[in-house]
């Protein structure tokens, strides 16, 4: 167990992908058969315990440390878990928190799939006496269900890629294939077996990306233009009733995000592969497509209500098609995928699926004007599709752009600093900002921490150090005197500013040493860009 | 009646001996038991401490009139025998013994139990009124084994031929504590050294405190610090100055380091559980065999150590003294 909590810890504390991805890659490779991949199944979310109940926990400890003294340091400490882990006494006679070295990762797995849910607690508590801190810790995480140390399934995959050598896409295409311990895939990994067979599984395939554009025109004669939603990108793999219907629903990082969107993943019945944008229906456009605001509050939810769905209904807008039933479209012309996707409409749910239309424009300077007057809250701007373009994985040069509707900007004065992480540590980097109110108070309306060049950013800092007036933690406030021009994607009615606004993907644009922080905007003006 | 031993928000007051113990302001005869700034502060006309005390508050406030107790020297005051005792705590560090009217009272300042290469071991006093600190005082306070965190330092280190690890450590006694823990495992590099530890670890060397090749980490270059271990002030962790170091691994030593949130909080990649206070089984510990009649808390988590002893039919009483357990930097 210890090879496994050491790693749970350090994953904990290193703030770098590429930090994290060493870590993973350096326990993939070290560490024994089977409990590297259980290690790798609790990584990616794959590892289908029986959940201990918290309070279930709690009972445990106050029976075996003065409640009072719990409660104490479960205030102070926070986590439950790890309060737990670290209060628990060491039995009479063993030296005080160490680990034995008796309990393997995969002991752990098989002693809590064995028990049931009412043995649990006496099993845990057993395994407990033989670890030390970080393996309690560990174990209690496992066995409430969740490790919650910040990483992706998508991360842990490319950990394990990286470990031996292989591309994550590779490993991405076999996965659904296989399940925990993953003894196949290691075998596969290390050289001592053919490659999984992932015929028939819901595989996640690369997406193709775009490159912003930067040419003053194209020519439309070579690009089709279609309208650029703000929504999540999505992928939708389903393998037909020939693979027993499993349908997966993939987001741009190649995570699977089925379970959160069950009525997307539940009306998709067909064999193929299809890359859209994930939208929920506002009431107040006409059932069209909402704001991105709408579709927020569905994300990141592991389980979505009844009256979420119907509150936030989600639909597909489809881009493109990549596999129709066994045959792969991804060589061929846009063009041609485009009239297959168009051809396959008709076998989908129309409430859950509908096509992305492409624009209509004589000329380049014509959809510059559409573009300009598009008023659809969801439309975050426009794409352009070389006509002959292939699906490959990635940005390819001069195949695809994107091009973003201008973004909006406001001067606000920034109002508070906070350091970054890793290598801007040392950076009072994150700047909250606010506008004036009709009183003459400032009220934060944002948080940005990038726009910046190197050498603003260290004004920014000197500035921040010079000017601070209060200090809360990690946090300053200083003097009211910065403006900054900031650029937003879009503006939001929200709960969580005093101000009622919050914006999308705000980024300091300018520092407007020049002007007087008075004569920044007011937060009723950007009250009217809401849309 | 008053006892003749008296706690004050401002310190302990030895009503015979006129005196204070560690008092936080300016007073005529002060007993300090240790050099850390909430227990040893400048402008008393006069004190008594160890030689290596008054030589630490000498270095940091100036020239301060003081009569040197050796450990295990008596003293006599108003009435009052006083003996200085080692504390563990830091280079320096004592208990104050005070026997007056048939009665004990031990005043630890701040103590550990664990080995530490820089000064000699508490020692256990038997008394009547044993006033205790109480830092760690919640039972999630057990600090490991400190050869074990020494080791994942030198693992981190050795790890990352590239890099450096800059180790937050206290400038007065976790410094040179971590550097002698260092040594003792065999590392023999070169250490460098933040400005602010320069002048407290010269001190040491010149109390007899062997620490091998010190370094200046200011007019260093770079590339001359990968792969060593830099010593600096916690402040100075995330702060300006560590830019100028080859790709740091954040190290720190303190007991708070324990718990994970707080390391995060502070941006720590390498938390090392390395305290130079009494753990909570230490502290229970230490109570039971000293056995007194009544246990005075002076500061810390004193609510959780209340109600032990409370739950052990141990008299007890918090003091609350101000301007103790500056929990940001020392621990």
Redesign the interface.
């Known amino acids: 167990m210890r090879p496994f909590s050491q790693l749970l810890d350090a994953l904990v504390y290193t703030r770098s992908r590429n930090g994290k991805l060493a870590l993973i890659a350096a326990y993939l490779r070290s560490a024994p058969d089977p409990d590297r991949g259980w290690a790798l199944a609790a990584l990616t979310g794959n590892l289908d315990l029986k959940a201990v109940k918290s309070s279930a926990i709690g009972e445990m400890i106050r029976a075996r440390v003065d409640p009072v003294l719990y409660e104490m340091s479960r205030d102070y400490v926070g986590d439950l878990a790890e309060t737990v882990a670290l209060l628990w006494p060491t039995p009479p006679g063993e030296p005080p928190d160490l680990d034995d070295g008796t309990l393997t990762l995969a002991a752990v797995v098989d002693r809590l799939h064995a028990t049931s849910r009412a043995a649990a607690p006496d099993a845990l508590a057993q395994m407990m006496d033989h670890l030390d801190a970080s393996g309690r810790f560990a174990l209690l995480k496992l066995a409430t269900g969740g490790l919650r140390v910040g990483i992706s399934a998508r991360l842990a995959k490319t950990g394990f890629a990286q470990a031996f050598g292989l591309d994550v896409d590779d490993v991405e295409q076999v996965w659904h294939a296989l399940s925990p311990p993953y003894t196949a895939l290691f075998d596969w990994a290390e050289g001592r077996a053919p490659r999984p067979d992932p015929a028939g599984t819901p595989f996640f395939r690369p997406f193709m990306l775009a490159h912003p554009l930067e040419a003053d025109s194209v020519d439309l004669a070579d690009y089709a233009a279609e309208w650029k939603w703000d929504g999540i990108r999505i992928q939708i793999v389903g393998t037909g009733p020939e693979h027993g219907r499993q349908t997966r629903l993939y987001s741009r990082a190649g995570d699977d995000i089925s379970a959160s969107f069950p009525e997307i993943a539940a009306a998709f019945t067909g064999h193929a592969v299809l890359d859209g944008e994930l939208l929920v229906r506002g009431e107040f456009q006409g059932g069209e497509a909402a704001s991105f605001n709408a579709l927020q509050q569905r994300l990141g939810r592991k389980l979505v209500s009844a009256k979420m769905q119907a509150d936030y209904p989600a639909f597909v807008r489809l881009y493109d098609l990549l596999l129709e039933g066994d045959e792969d479209l991804r060589a061929l012309p846009w063009e041609q995928r485009r009239a297959r996707l168009e051809a396959y409409m008709p076998h989908l749910d129309a409430t859950r699926f509908d096509l992305s239309a492409t624009i209509d424009a004589a000329d380049f300077d014509a959809l510059a004007d559409i573009r300009a007057g598009a008023r659809d809250a969801a439309i975050e701007g426009v794409m352009l599709k070389r006509r002959d373009s292939p699906y490959v994985a990635g940005r390819k040069a001069a195949l695809w752009y994107k091009w973003k509707r201008d973004p909006l900007t406001a001067d606000c004065v920034m109002m508070y600093a906070q350091r970054g992480h890793g290598k801007r540590s040392s950076f009072y980097s994150d700047y909250t900002f606010g506008c004036w109110t009709p009183d003459g108070e400032l009220h934060p309306v944002g948080k940005a921490y990038s726009g910046f060049t190197d050498e603003e950013l260290k004004w920014l800092d000197r500035f921040v150090r010079q000017n601070t007036v209060a200090r809360f933690g990690p946090v300053r406030e200083v003097e009211k005197t910065l403006v900054l021009e900031v650029a937003f994607d879009s503006i939001h009615d929200s709960k969580r500013h005093k101000s009622g606004l919050a914006m999308r993907f705000p980024r300091i644009a300018r520092i407007r040493r020049d002007k007087p922080a008075a004569e920044a905007d007011t937060v009723e003006g950007l009250k009217k860009l809401v849309r | 009646m008053a006892h003749w031993i008296e706690p004050h928000p401002t310190g302990i007051y030895v009503r015979p001996a006129d005196a204070w113990i560690d008092p936080s302001v300016p007073r005529e005869r002060a007993l300090v038991t240790h050099g850390h700034a909430d227990h040893a502060r400048g402008g008393h006309g006069h004190v008594w401490a160890t030689r290596e005390t008054l030589a630490i508050m000498g270095l940091r406030y100036g020239t301060a009139s003081g009569t040197p107790v050796g450990y295990g020297e008596e003293i006599r005051l108003g009435g009052v025998t006083i003996r200085y005792v080692p504390a563990g705590h830091v280079l320096g560090s004592a208990q104050i013994v005070l026997t007056h009217a048939g009665e004990r009272v031990v005043v630890t300042g701040d103590y550990k139990r664990r080995p530490d290469p820089t000064c000699p071991p508490f020692e256990p006093v038997p008394c009547d009124i044993f006033v205790t600190e109480a830092t760690f005082g919640?039972?999630?306070?057990?600090h490991?084994d400190t050869g074990s965190e020494i080791d994942r330092l030198l693992a981190a280190l050795h790890a990352n031929p590239d890099r450096s690890v800059l180790v937050g450590a206290y400038a007065l006694g976790k410094a040179q504590r971590v550097i002698c823990e260092l040594r003792a495992r065999g590392h023999h590099d070169p250490i460098y050294l933040h400005g602010a530890m320069e002048r407290m670890c010269n001190l040491y060397v010149e109390l007899g405190v062997e620490m091998g090749d010190l370094r200046p980490a200011t007019d260093v270059a770079a590339k001359e610090m990968r792969g060593a271990i830099i010593v600096a002030p916690p402040s100075a962790l995330?702060?300006?100055?560590?830019?100028r170091l080859p790709d740091p691994i954040?190290a720190m030593a303190s007991g708070w380091m324990?718990?994970?949130?707080r390391?995060?909080?502070k941006?720590?990649?390498?938390?090392l559980i390395l305290s130079d206070h009494a753990d909570w089984?230490e502290l229970t510990d230490t109570i039971r065999e000293v056995a007194p009649t009544e246990t005075w808390i002076t500061h810390g988590?004193e609510?959780?150590l209340l109600?032990?002893c409370m739950?052990h039919q141990i008299r007890a009483r918090a003091l609350a003294l101000v301007g103790r357990d500056d929990e940001e930097e020392e621990g």
């Open positions: 919640l039972p999630v306070f057990r490991p995330n702060d300006r100055w560590s830019r954040t324990r718990v994970r949130q390391a995060r909080q941006n720590v990649e390498l938390p089984d988590r609510e959780a109600h032990w739950t």
